[in-house]
C-alpha cells in the first residue's frame, strides 16, 4: 500500500496540491492524506484550513483530513519538534494514529526548512519529500541550512509560474529541480472555489486593496502598518477609484478597518470591508477590480500574471530598509515586487515596470540571493560580484546594504584594493579590540 500525506497550512496552498493533483504531478496512490497545520499565532481563534470558505471544494481530493494541531496539542506547530532520539516513536505513533500501518509513505510539504514541516520530514525518516511553494519566496534560497538526511531527500520543488522564465532558487543547494504546477489547472481550482464566501460585498470593479499584518512578523509596527493601508487609500483615490475594498489579513486586528474608514471619508471614497476569509482570488474573479494595491502579496502576482489585472505596490522601499536580518527569507518576494510593479502614480499602476526582462531579474535574484545566504550558495558568488560591478547603480542600492557587503567582500563595499580587509584574522581581532575598548570607555 502506499499513501501519499500532504501538509497544508493555507487555503491557498491547498489550492496549489489541488491542481497539481488535476494535472498528474503525482503518481497514483492507494491513499492521500490532507494533515492541516493551523499556524496563526492563536490558533484557537483563528479558523484552520479545512474551516475556511471554499474548502469543501478541494475535500475530494483527499480521502482524509487530519490535524497536526490536535497530534502534537497542546504544543503549537511552529515552536515544537521532535527531539531526534523520540523519532522512531512518533513514526510509530502516527502510523498507529493515522491507520498507515506498514505503508509505503511519501510526503508533499511547504516550507521544508522550518515547523511543522521540517519535523514531519524528519518523523518519517525514509519518506521520499516533495515541497510545493504556494508564494514568492521559492524564488529566493533557502532560510537556512537543512539537515542533509532531509534535504537529501527532496526530489522536486513544485510551484506557480507567478514570474515566468525566473528559476526558483530554493533547496537548489541540494540539486533540487524546479517543476511547474499548470496555471490553467491552477486557474480552473480557483474557479471551483468561486461561489464560496456567502456574504461578500456585490461591488463591480473596485480598487481593491489587500492587507498582509506585517507587524505580527516584526517588520513594521502596528501603526506603520496602519499608515501603509492608508498609502495604499491614497494612492487608489489619487487615481480617480471612488469605489474602494478592502481585504485585511485574516488574523489583522479589526482598528486597521477603522483606520481606514475614517481616511476614506475624509476622501470621500466609498470603502467596503471583507469580512470574510476568502481568498483574494475569489474576489479577482466576483469583482474584477480596476485595480488591485498591496504591498509585496503573492497575490498581486497572481492579479497580474494569472489575470491581467492593473497592479499597483505601496511600501516596498520602506520594506527593503527595515527587513532584518538581511537575510530575512522575505527580501526577495519585496524585491520582486518591488523590480516588477509600479507604484500607484507610476503609469497609473497600470502593469508591470517596464524594461525588466527576465534575464536582468534573474540576475538580480542571483545577486541579492547570494548576499543573503553566502554559505548555503557559495557557488553564486561569481554571478553576485558580476552583477554588482556592473549594475549596481541608483535604482538597484536598493536591494543591498553596503555593510553588507563589505563584510563579504563583494563590490559596493569597501574600496577593492581593502577587499581582503573582512576575511583577514588579523583585521578582524582588531576590530573587536576596538569595539572593547569604546565599550569600556562608554562605562
Not at 518519517?124 to 521559492?138: H, I, Q, R
Not at 486586528?253 to 466609498?270: F, H, Q, S
Amino acid at each position: 500500500m502506499t499513501t501519499q500525506i500532504f501538509l497544508a497550512s493555507t487555503l491557498y496552498g491547498t489550492a496549489t496540491l489541488a491542481a497539481a493533483l488535476d494535472a498528474g504531478r503525482f503518481a497514483p496512490a492507494d491513499r492521500r492524506v490532507l494533515l492541516v497545520s493551523n499556524n496563526a499565532a492563536t490558533p484557537e481563534t483563528t479558523p484552520a484550513v479545512d474551516a475556511m470558505p471554499g474548502f469543501e471544494h478541494l475535500r475530494d481530493r483527499f480521502d482524509d483530513v487530519v490535524s497536526w494541531n490536535e497530534t502534537i496539542f497542546p504544543h503549537h506547530p511552529g515552536g515544537w519538534a521532535p527531539r531526534q532520539d523520540d523519532l522512531p516513536m512518533w513514526e510509530r505513533h502516527l502510523r498507529l494514529a493515522w491507520g498507515l500501518g506498514g505503508d509505503d509513505v511519501s510526503l508533499a510539504v511547504e516550507s521544508i526548512q522550518v515547523h511543522p514541516a521540517l519535523g514531519v520530514a524528519q518523523i518519517f525518516t525514509d519518506a521520499p519529500v516533495t515541497v510545493y511553494a504556494d508564494g514568492l519566496m521559492s524564488y529566493g534560497p533557502t532560510r537556512n541550512k537543512i539537515d542533509p538526511l532531509v534535504g537529501t531527500r527532496v526530489e522536486r520543488l513544485l510551484h506557480l509560474d507567478l514570474v515566468p522564465g525566473l528559476r526558483p532558487l530554493l533547496l537548489t543547494e541540494f540539486g533540487v529541480e524546479p517543476e511547474l504546477v499548470p496555471t490553467e489547472a491552477f486557474l480552473r481550482v480557483l474557479a471551483e472555489l468561486d461561489g464560496t464566501g456567502a456574504g461578500l460585498p456585490g461591488v463591480e470593479a473596485p480598487a481593491l486593496l489587500l492587507g498582509q499584518y506585517l507587524s505580527a512578523l516584526g517588520i513594521l509596527s502596528a501603526e506603520e502598518e496602519e499608515d501603509l493601508h492608508v498609502r495604499m487609500l491614497r494612492g487608489a483615490a489619487g487615481l480617480g477609484h471612488r469605489r474602494v475594498v478592502f481585504k485585511p489579513h485574516p488574523t489583522a486586528p479589526a482598528r486597521y478597518a477603522r483606520t481606514l474608514e475614517g481616511e476614506a471619508e475624509r476622501l470621500g471614497v466609498d470603502l467596503t470591508v471583507v469580512d470574510t476569509p476568502v481568498l483574494a482570488e475569489v474576489l479577482y474573479r466576483r469583482m474584477r477590480p480596476a485595480l488591485v494595491v498591496g504591498c509585496f502579496s503573492t497575490a498581486l502576482l497572481t492579479a497580474s500574471r494569472l489575470y491581467g489585472l492593473p497592479v499597483a505596490r505601496v511600501g516596498t522601499g520602506t520594506l527593503l530598509e527595515r527587513l532584518t536580518p538581511y537575510e530575512n527569507s522575505n527580501r526577495v518576494p519585496v524585491t520582486l515586487v518591488d523590480a516588477l510593479l509600479p507604484e500607484p502614480a507610476d503609469a497609473g499602476g497600470a502593469g508591470e515596470r517596464p524594461g525588466t526582462d527576465t534575464e536582468s531579474l534573474a540576475a538580480l535574484v542571483r545577486a541579492v540571493g547570494f548576499v543573503m545566504q553566502p554559505r548555503i550558495l557559495p557557488e553564486l558568488r561569481p554571478a553576485a560580484e558580476e552583477y554588482l560591478r556592473s549594475r549596481l547603480d541608483d535604482r538597484t542600492w536598493r536591494y543591498f546594504k553596503k555593510r553588507r557587503l563589505t563584510s563579504l567582500g563583494l563590490p559596493g563595499g569597501i574600496p577593492e584594493r581593502l577587499a581582503f580587509l573582512p576575511r583577514s584574522p588579523a583585521a578582524r581581532t582588531v576590530v573587536r579590540r576596538a569595539r572593547a575598548i569604546r565599550r569600556s570607555v562608554k562605562r
